[in-house]
């Protein structure tokens, strides 16, 4: 198995502009989250998805955040506008069945907004 | 909300030296979960540990927990440089959410 793929591996964008960042998740697996990850606050879970379905997405920041996950092998977070702030590595992790059990994580996204 | 706690914030040791991190965290769990994470990659899950469990163990990791003083230990025996890395626990709460929230991680420097 491929494990859990994310893209674009770097994102440099300038501030403003909407910036898309995608997942797959493990073939097989219920649930999907998104995390951030700063120096400054560590790793944040921005929203949780189980059976395609957001379950918690108390994470998210502000409105200018959204995430989809039109089917169970994809899933996106969305930022429109950027802002300079909004610089960090993003995780997209998938697991079996639940909140509770391992996650599999990607190998994140690297967004830097100017 | 909860959330673990790691400590220290970093450990430096020699090769071949044991390194022990400890989490603690607040409310009543139902699983305590131990992550690394290597520079400029995704965490990687390496032991799971449930409430009703005591001491886990995985190669050369050794993982005890201890509910009544809410607190969790993770102990690599005989390091390798290969072990640096930045370790998370991840601690759900039996009383609410049972998704899983990070703590701020230990960063291990192991020395060749």
């Known amino acids: 198995d491929a494990g859990v793929i994310q893209s674009p591996r770097h994102e440099v964008t300038e501030m403003g502009q909407e910036v898309t960042l995608r997942c797959k998740p493990i073939s097989g697996h219920n649930s999907l989250f998104w995390y951030r990850q700063t120096m400054m606050r560590g790793l944040e879970l921005l929203i949780y998805?189980?059976?395609?379905?957001?379950?918690?997405d108390s994470g998210m920041p502000e409105d200018r955040f959204s995430a989809k996950m039109p089917n169970a092998s994809f899933s996106t977070l969305k930022i429109q506008p950027s802002e300079p702030r909004d610089s960090a590595v993003y995780f997209c992790?998938?697991?079996?069945?639940?909140?509770?059990?391992?996650?599999?994580f990607g190998p994140g996204t690297r967004l830097t907004v100017l | 909300s909860q959330q673990g706690e790691e400590d220290p914030q970093a450990l430096s040791i020699q090769e071949g030296e044991n390194a022990t991190m400890n989490c603690s965290y607040k409310t009543s769990i139902n699983n305590l979960q131990w992550y690394r994470q290597n520079s400029g990659r995704g965490l990687v899950h390496l032991i799971l540990?449930?409430?009703?469990?005591r001491e886990k163990h995985s190669g050369r990791l050794r993982v005890t927990l201890d509910t009544s003083k809410k607190s969790s230990s993770l102990l690599i025996t005989a390091s390798r440089a290969a072990d640096t890395a930045s370790y998370f626990c991840a601690t759900d709460s039996s009383g609410g959410s049972y998704i899983p929230t990070f703590g701020r991680g230990t960063s291990l420097i192991v020395h060749p």
């Open positions: 998805f189980n059976n395609n379905v957001p379950i918690d």
């Open positions: 540990i449930r409430s009703n469990e």
């Open positions: 992790a998938s697991s079996p069945s639940g909140a509770y059990n391992e996650q599999f």
